[in-house]
């Protein structure tokens, strides 16, 4: 049976360990590790843009010996040109995987569905399980546990902060959740909307975007309703002193962040954003049972 990584819930704690601690010895290793993927081509299918997730699956998949094409929304055509099961179907025909970054969810579940090869979610409206996989291990990294820590997602109940709130609860990571009203994640555990009262003694505090790709018309409206949500130095004071800060990026300095907040010593943006590679490869490994 194909495995494919459409939500985080598609991992058990089992498989998290392992990915873990191969991502662990393939940066350690690296450049030196195994090809494993060697021979295999990669379909990238994104519907919008990326910075980071592009860049390390694509450096990611060649490290690993195989290649990469990368197809923008104007090459596919996905669900417009051609419905998405016959992409699926026919990308299967050439190609050992497929990594989609989509608008909904149901695009990614669908080519899922259909392809008879392992699909990764590159980011959807629902979850970015690449990201949380990335971020957990930048803290299992810098703590060398997830016990007594105490994890605080500040802002939209978005993709990035339902991946990490799945991921959390598998690996045992104690999470708070704050948010304005009506802008909660699917869970209700440990959810406030009080950001000062989620904040106090955390020892990472974690924030994103106020408005995700495809709600950039919500934009002006959410800048108000999400400014007392804002990471700056006054709300860090209620944190633990240490705190490390955490943002998956890209960053708006002076909207969901302040720019002394994110470029202080305690951010750790910048490792996120390399473990992204480690994780991925690990990740792809897996998936194709490397
Ligand atoms: N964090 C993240 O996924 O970045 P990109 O949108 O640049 O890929
Ligand atoms: N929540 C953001 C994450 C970007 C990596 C978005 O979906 O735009």
């Given amino acids: 049976m194909k495995k494919d990584l459409v939500s985080i819930r598609d991992l058990n704690k089992k498989e998290i360990e392992e990915l873990f601690s191969l991502t662990a010895r393939l940066k350690r290793d690296r450049p030196k590790h195994e090809k494993p993927l060697t021979g295999k081509v990669f379909a990238l299918v994104f519907e919008k843009p990326s910075l980071r997730t592009r860049v390390t699956f694509e450096a990611g998949i060649f490290e690993l010996g195989g290649s990469a094409i990368y197809l923008s929304p104007q090459d596919i055509g996905l669900g417009k040109r051609e419905s998405v099961k016959d992409v699926a179907q026919n990308l299967s025909l050439w190609v050992s995987g497929i990594v989609a970054r989509v608008f909904a969810h149901q695009t990614i579940e669908e ?8 699909v990764i979610n590159a980011l959807s409206d629902y979850e970015h399980p690449c990201q949380a996989l990335a971020d957990l291990f930048t803290i299992y990294e810098r703590f060398g546990t997830f ?12 993709n990035v902060c339902r991946s990490l709130m799945l991921l959390a609860e598998i690996c045992e990571l104690e999470m708070w959740v704050a948010t304005p009203k009506g802008y909660e994640p699917h869970k209700k555990s440990k959810v406030l909307n009080d950001p000062v009262e989620a904040i106090k003694d955390a020892d990472v505090v974690y924030t994103d975007v106020w408005a995700s790709m495809g709600q950039e018309t919500e934009k002006e409206k959410r800048l108000k309703i999400f400014n007392p949500f804002q990471l700056n ?22 909207e969901e962040i302040t720019a002394e907040v994110i470029d202080s010593p305690n951010s750790i943006v910048l490792e996120q954003a390399a473990n992204r590679l480690h994780t991925q490869k690990a990740l792809m490994m897996q998936l194709t049972g490397q």
């Avoid at 080519?111 to 392992?118: E, G, R």
């Avoid at 004071?237 to 960053?251: D, T």
Wanted: with cysteine; proline share 7%.
């Fill in 233 to 254: 130095k006054e709300l860090m004071s209620y944190a633990k002193p240490g705190c490390l800060i955490m943002h998956c990026l890209p960053a708006h300095r002076g």
């Fill in 147 to 158: 016990r007594n820590l105490k994890f605080v997602y500040i802002g939209d109940g978005n």
């Fill in 111 to 118: 080519l899922a569905k259909y392809a008879t090869i392992p």
